[in-house]
């Protein structure tokens, strides 16, 4: 286990091109604490007449709209989203960006879909070109569908990596992503060679780009099942060797994976499947597990004692046939696991953390464990900046965190607007929001406190230069 806290990720260094001051004004939204051990109301923070001041890309106030704005600074106008809502930018724990064009294949569970479609797609990101226009339709998707920051698997190849960061950069994104390592157990021509060359490759890559404008670096192993005992250890060894880095792995996710993993790691010596990962390193402060589906007791426990976080993937689980999460072990009180919601692409059906979190309260709901509108927004911002760490830095509007934030339109389809346009609480609004919400609700993404993505006014997101210099930390 890392005896580290909340280990620290590089600031970008200050850009002359930053935006000075941005002010908007709306309906503000933000958690103050966990809706899953207190009451929705008393985690929520609220203002119905709100104004956000952003300097430099970071919140400097979020409060009453009469009080702060006599302390603007002169020349500031004011972005009015009067009837919107206005939100941390939403945070996904888990997606594949070198799957967008595998989205939606038909038919398969886990193991034979991982072969059948996944595998023979991502050895197509050795190609530089390919990788780059897959990995900005990916980023322009992220911030159409209103996800500022997301922790992200790239493919086998290095080519992927630079890709993917080469235009989360360019757009001055948060986002954390690294090279898929795996030695065993998919097509030959895309496995590490060993778990040597592996690691220098990876270390290469967070030398490159771990720190580079927003940029952070995770340790991604695929899964036990495609890793020698000596690749985990390699994973294991570069992230404790490596801090501020995250790690990211999958875990439990199909019955039959769990057997197979199981065949391969036997008991003993291995407790259970967290266990393979606990011996080789790999449990700790910024490690997320994806699905943790059909975990045990001892398994959450674990988590829990070594403060690793999990990413909830529904529309995966339920697309995959895989399982249905259990909310409710996962926030059992004094056993508390950070979890954060995931889409899980292409397992996943949508990139819409907002579909998202419609598909995690039905898995909820078959459970028994029914969320409300503030738990399913807290699990897309809060939530899953806890997961990874990061939650001093983004998925709030809590001042010095950085300006990553949405607006949302409760009247953005004619359904939506009948379904929201009676007197409704906060609480009941951000319900119909979260369950019935897609692209369309998001009208305006902010990255940085600079406009990144407009519905209604540009048809791209419009790219943020941010310098590209490595920050003063490390
Ligand atoms: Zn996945």
Not at 134 to 140: G, K, M, S, V
Not at 321 to 336: D, N, T, W
Request: glycine content about 8%; aromatic content about 8%; hydrophobic content about 35%.
């Amino acid at each position: 286990m890392r005896s580290s806290n909340a280990p620290d990720v590089p600031h970008p260094a200050r850009s002359h091109d930053c935006p000075s001051t941005t002010a908007v004004r709306g309906r503000l939204v933000w958690f103050r604490d966990d809706p899953f051990l207190r009451p929705s109301a008393e985690a929520l923070e609220y203002v119905e007449d709100g104004l956000l001041v952003c300097q430099e890309g970071r919140i400097v106030a979020a409060g009453d709209y009469g009080r702060l704005v006599r302390a603007l600074p002169p020349g500031v106008t004011v972005e009015s989203y009067r009837d919107k809502l206005i939100l941390p930018g939403l945070v996904g724990s888990h997606a594949h960006y070198v799957q967008m064009r595998i989205i939606a294949s038909y038919g398969e569970q886990l193991p034979e879909w991982l072969q059948d479609y996944v595998y023979p797609e991502e050895v197509r990101f050795t190609d530089p070109a390919y990788a780059r226009s897959i990995a900005a339709l990916f980023c322009d998707e992220l911030l159409r569908n209103g996800t500022t920051t997301a922790m992200v698997y790239c493919a086998p190849s290095p080519q992927s990596v630079d890709a993917l960061f080469e235009e989360s950069v360019g757009r001055g994104m948060r986002l954390v992503a690294g090279k898929v390592m795996m030695d065993r157990n998919a097509l030959p021509g895309m496995l590490d060679s060993s778990p040597e060359q592996a690691y220098e490759d990876c270390a290469k890559l967070i030398d490159r780009w771990h720190g580079v404008g927003r940029s952070v670096y995770a340790v991604t192993p695929r899964f036990a099942f495609t890793c020698t005992p000596g690749m985990l250890s390699a994973a294991g060894a570069l992230w404790r060797e490596h801090p501020g880095t995250r790690l990211q792995t999958h875990v439990s996710e199909n019955t039959r994976e769990i057997e197979l993993v199981k065949g391969l790691f036997p008991r003993p010596p291995y407790k259970d499947y967290i266990d393979v990962y606990e011996k080789h390193g790999m449990l700790g402060p910024g490690a997320v597990f994806a699905h943790a589906v059909h975990l045990g007791k001892r398994e959450w426990r674990r988590l829990h004692e070594t403060g690793s976080g999990v990413s909830h993937c529904p529309s995966s689980n339920l697309f995959l046939g895989s399982g249905l999460f259990r909310m409710k072990r996962a926030v059992k009180p004094g056993r508390r696991v950070p979890v954060g919601l995931g889409s899980d692409v292409a397992g996943g059906t949508s990139l819409s953390l907002l579909q998202t979190a419609s598909e995690a309260y039905k898995v909820g709901a078959l459970r028994r464990y029914p969320m409300d509108g503030v738990q399913l927004f807290y699990l897309a911002t809060t939530g899953s900046a806890t997961a990874m760490r990061l939650e001093h830095l983004i998925g709030s509007l809590e001042p010095g965190h950085e300006a990553d934030f949405i607006v949302l339109d409760p009247a953005a389809t004619p359904t939506l607007d009948a379904r929201t346009s009676g007197d409704d609480s906060i609480d009941d609004l951000l319900f119909s929001l979260a369950v019935m919400g897609d692209d369309r609700t998001v009208l305006a993404t902010y990255v940085a406190g600079r406009l990144a993505h407009h519905r209604d006014t540009c048809p791209a997101p419009m790219p943020v230069r941010l310098n590209e210099t490595r920050g003063p930390e490390k």
